[in-house]
């Protein structure tokens, strides 16, 4: 498989997707074929499950039962769109995949990393980022950024502190996974930030490439 598969990830309001859309404008510049993808949702059956997980009314929803829904967003994900694209040898740039699971799930959630390692490996086949983007941002800042965008679903309406340990989870999994992760600061510019993912993820692709 000669594609390249790059995730974004970080807490809410840190400014995936704005980036992850900028990133994929550049590398199209660049002639790079990209496919922009994300997670909870990019699949017909994605989609329904995006709306059970996050709908507010949800909000008693067992943890377990939570992680068994992503779990089966990312096989149908990984089946349907993000291995076809590999395949086709395109660059694959998902906002959010597996470490958001650990993060949200694991750190947040007190699930066990193992046992989601074991249920993450099942849905994903093995499939791991080439390259993982975190933004890290102050959890505070993310929150009132989404606020003005009135995003109003489950997670948003979790507690401060339940995002503190979601922000925590992703910075100890960059720590344990070096070279896959690269930190960014999203607090600075968003041309910075844009600017900064691009290097990173031009410099992988070219050490890939050659
Ligand atoms: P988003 O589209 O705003 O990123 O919303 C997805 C929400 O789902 C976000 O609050 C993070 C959460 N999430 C998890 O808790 N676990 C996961 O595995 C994924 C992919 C997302």
């Known amino acids: 498989m000669s594609g390249f598969f790059v995730s974004f ?3 809410e309001g840190a400014g995936k997707s704005t980036v992850l859309k ?17 997670e909870p949702g990019d699949t017909p059956v994605g989609k329904a499950l995006r709306q059970t997980l996050l709908a ?6 067992h943890y377990v039962t939570e ?3 992503y ?6 994900h990984v089946q349907k769109v993000i291995l076809p694209a590999l395949e086709a040898e395109k660059v694959v740039l998902t906002d959010r995949y597996s470490d958001s699971t650990f993060s949200y799930q694991g750190y947040g959630r007190g699930l066990g990393l193992e046992m989601l390692e074991t249920l993450n490996q099942i849905a994903t086949n093995g499939l791991m980022p080439d390259l993982t983007i975190l933004l890290d941002l102050d959890v505070k800042e993310g929150l009132r950024r989404n606020k003005k965008l009135q995003k109003n679903d489950r997670f948003e309406l979790e507690t401060l502190e339940f995002h ?9 999994l960059a720590e344990k996974n070096p070279k896959r992760f ?3 600061d999203a607090s600075m510019p968003l041309n ?16 890939n490439n050659g």
């Open 22 to 38: 900028e990133v994929a404008r550049e590398l199209r510049k660049r002639g790079y074929q990209v496919i922009e993808t994300f």
């Open 9 to 11: 990830e970080g807490i």
């Open 56 to 61: 507010p009314e949800h909000s008693k929803m």
């Open 182 to 184: 690269r930190i960014i």
């Open 71 to 76: 779990f089966a967003d990312r096989a149908e």
């Open 164 to 172: 503190e340990k979601v922000r925590r989870g992703f910075l100890e």
């Open 192 to 207: 910075d930030v844009i600017q900064e993912a691009l290097n990173h993820i031009v410099t992988a692709l070219e050490e």
């Open 67 to 69: 992680v068994f829904l």
